[in-house]
């Protein structure tokens, strides 16, 4: 080989010496779902295409140790909740105000809702006592303030119920505003930590003003850019505020089971992104520490 490819060669083998030393390695530890539904269209009565045995395959397999369950109707999580082979998996309750899907555009205003999230706290799961309330939805912040909302906040706040929220960031302020402690006590769960797109200097803002509020990073714009890595922005928010962040399957739909796999690996890619402590962190002992969770 002449000199001149020699030289060539060894640069080669140095620069991709070099790329591959500096590509983090995917995350392994164990996953921790903050936003996993279980929904009737997927076990229908366990005749549908998604029953519990499935379901608790998909979420073994990835190494998911623990799950906030919630579902449409309550008796998704209920199920899930009283499975016995679950084994070693946490299931964390919370009840979700949807009984059918007319309630997503009215739970705010309903007091049958109200009441229904008080036969079920009181009743519990098979699991233990829920532990929030959601996932629910504001399409239109202003709703908010209205009354059947204004009272779940209260009882939330009252109770030490944790609340996962599908909302714009208007929204979490008045939220916020509704409860005793206006904010400062409310363990409130940020749903896709905007899905609607907030900036990451408004989540930064908002994290400075509710202690307790979390963000939960399903379906999140802006978080990933080339290779399913984190993008600049994101990750110093994340190094930021190790704590204050969560991951979820947001398995809303028949077919985000189908792809449960491709979205934990998707997580576990840019996990292996950041410092390990804070890897672990977002991925699992948030959850688990926020939900007293082993």
């Known amino acids: 080989m002449p000199p001149d490819l020699t030289r060539y060669a060894q640069a080669a083998i140095i620069f991709v010496a070099t790329v591959g030393a500096a590509h983090a390695a995917d995350y392994t530890g164990p996953l921790f779902d903050a936003h996993l539904h279980y929904n009737?269209?997927?076990w229908n009565g366990q005749t549908g295409p998604h029953p519990v045995s499935d379901v608790?395959?998909?979420i073994k397999r990835n190494g998911?140790?623990?799950v906030i369950a919630n579902s449409r109707p309550n008796d998704g999580t209920k199920a899930l909740a009283a499975e016995p082979s679950k084994g070693d998996l946490a299931v964390v309750p919370f009840i979700r105000l949807y009984r059918n899907r007319a309630d997503y555009d009215n739970?705010?205003?309903d007091e049958t809702i109200y009441d229904m999230v008080q036969t079920e706290f009181a009743r519990?799961?098979?699991a233990g006592p829920y532990k929030g309330i959601g996932e629910f939805h504001l399409y239109d912040s202003a709703n908010a303030n209205g009354p059947v909302a204004k009272k779940l906040m209260a009882f939330a706040d009252d109770k030490g119920l944790?609340?996962?929220a599908h909302v714009d960031d208007v929204a979490i302020d008045l939220l916020m505003a509704n409860t005793p402690s206006k904010g400062?006590?409310?363990r409130l769960i940020w749903a896709h930590t905007g899905i609607g797109g907030a900036p990451a200097a408004r989540v930064n803002e908002l994290f400075a003003k509710y202690p307790l509020l979390m963000g939960e990073l399903s379906y999140r714009p802006g978080l990933t850019c080339d290779g399913g890595k984190l993008c600049p922005e994101w990750r110093a928010l994340l190094l930021k505020y190790p704590g204050r962040f969560l991951i979820g399957s947001d398995t809303w739909i028949n077919q985000r089971w189908q792809y449960y796999d491709d979205t934990m690996q998707g997580y576990r890619t840019w996990l292996g992104d950041l410092p390990v402590d804070v890897a672990r962190k977002i991925a699992w002992e948030?959850?688990?520490g926020v939900f007293g969770v082993k």
């Open 124 to 126: 519990g799961t098979a």
């Open 184 to 186: 400062q006590k409310a």
């Open 64 to 66: 998911v140790k623990a």
């Open 286 to 288: 948030n959850g688990a």
């Open 56 to 58: 608790l395959t998909r």
């Open 107 to 109: 739970w705010f205003r």
């Open 162 to 164: 944790a609340i996962l």
């Open 40 to 42: 009737e269209e997927a």
